[in-house]
């Protein structure tokens, strides 16, 4: 294959082709003057024009198209063949034409081949940008599989060390939960023995005239039943969140609370209509403390009310009575264990509860006229249930 070498660099190229159309313009208009063959000659100036394609300057093929008019013009001058030939002058005219449209379209080819050139290599300049990305990605992708792997593998090992853990704490556990039964009933056992025997040294106790022995035992008394409200409280303080949380209906809930106390003269008003709560299932416990602190503290209590009410997403239950009442001073300490009369506990294992749910309680009643206890259950914790099968009733007494 012959190759042509045009020069290393493109001003020398660009010379070289100027050139070498220069050259076939002369040659051409000298073969025109001397064989006067008209189109025959002619057609051979598209060949120059056509080489200013491979011109670097914008407007090369319409310089090219002026420069092969001029010498078709001279031709016609030189060679005579105007005055011989009339009709030779529209033929070159028409042939002048042909090389402006040729011109044109050379200017097309020229800026196509331009942007052609340009395209390709933005594509090999993004090409080779792509492959660095992809063998980039490659390598990224590989090393982030060999972590993953090393992180699934850790993953895993932990896994097992949990679950091994897991069950470990499973069985320690129902051991702790079993002699936390047996204590407690053994202590209680006990505490009931005990209590016998303080009864049998009261009675003994009455017979002899020393009121210090009797004030001694009612304390021991007083003491041991401490004990067993301890043990109580502990019983139901293991009971918390031990179960799954599920919905109870308020009406039903707060009455059979309070079938298991039985004060006469109490007036108990459940106006909680049809809502249901999402609680633990200790709630019960939560409305048995609620009328058992009021019964116990409150005074001269002659009404208990449960009922309901809107506050934006979130619904309040409210447990008001007509007693004494707390004292502000007290009111921001009544949920913490041991704080109070008795045992202390009970507001508290109340407060333990409802936090299992994210219910939460206040108390703003007013000193000396009453309790009340605000129990805030927020949107998605409470629903209406079914309609009740009998209307809401109004206790006159506990049944």
Known sequence: MIRINLGTTPREQQQSILAAILCLTIGILAADILIPL???????????????????????????????????LAGSLASGSVQENISDLPNRAVFILMIAIVALLAYEIRNNYASLEEEIAERSAAQKQLEVLTGTLEERVTMRTRELSSMNDELARDITERQRVEAALATANGKLLLLSQITRHDISNRVFALLINLDLAKDHAAAIPDGNLLDNLRNMEKNVHGIEAQIAFTRDYQEIGAQVPAWYPLDRTIRSAAEQLNPAGIRLEVCTGRFEIFADPMIGKVFYNLIDNALRHGGEVTRITFFCRQEGSAMVLICEDDGTGILEKDKQHIFTKGFGRDSGLGLFLIHEILAITGITIRETGEPEKGARFEMTVFEGRFRQGPDPTSPAEIVRGFP
Request: no cysteine.
């Open 38 to 72: 008209g189109f025959v000659i002619w057609i051979l100036y598209l060949v120059p024009l056509l080489m200013s394609v491979w011109l670097p300057h914008r407007y090369s093929p319409f310089l090219i198209a002026w420069l092969l008019s001029g010498a078709l």
